[in-house]
């Protein structure tokens, strides 16, 4: 959940703002009160993976390289929603995944001011010093359609 806040709060808050229904899945169960200053709700990741996937509600999935790497069933859902088209990918973190091919490209994001202060509280309440005035946020951008099978792993 600190890496979210930290690497997407402010993205994450500037959606809040923008009217979308936002939701964190996380697998420690924190605390969920660094997401609730950006507005998002936290919703634990086991639970969500266990149920069928309903793609076409995704707008937007952000997530952390490493966990799209990690984690079999958090690569499936990722993939079965880049081949519909359907949600824009995000991914943060070190590393560009092979399931991917290296087509992702970079996007920033330029934080609002009310961005910035949201974040600096939620980073404050996780505990976590917060960033030095960063004004972006940088991801990476899966934006292919797959034609390939998505991989067991």
């Known amino acids: 959940m ?17 009217g979308w229904d936002v939701t964190v899945l996380t697998a420690d169960n924190p605390d969920s009160r660094p997401l609730r200053i950006l507005g998002a709700r936290a919703a634990d990741l086991e639970t969500v993976l266990a149920r069928p996937l309903r793609v076409p509600c995704l707008q937007a999935i952000a997530i952390g390289a490493d966990l799209f790497e990690s984690d079999a069933r958090v690569r499936r859902m990722v993939l079965e929603t880049l081949d519909t088209g359907s949600a824009e990918i995000r991914l943060f973190g070190n590393g560009c995944p092979e399931d ?32 030095s005035g960063g004004i972006t946020e940088v991801f990476r951008r899966a934006d292919i359609s797959r034609s390939s099978p998505v991989p067991a792993r």
């Open 2 to 18: 600190v890496e979210v806040v930290r690497a997407a709060g402010g993205w994450l808050f500037d959606q809040v703002m923008a």
């Open 100 to 131: 991917l091919g290296g087509a992702t490209g970079p996007v920033w994001h330029r934080l609002s001011v009310a961005a910035r202060a949201f974040k600096a509280q939620a980073l404050a309440a996780a505990a976590v010093p917060a960033d």
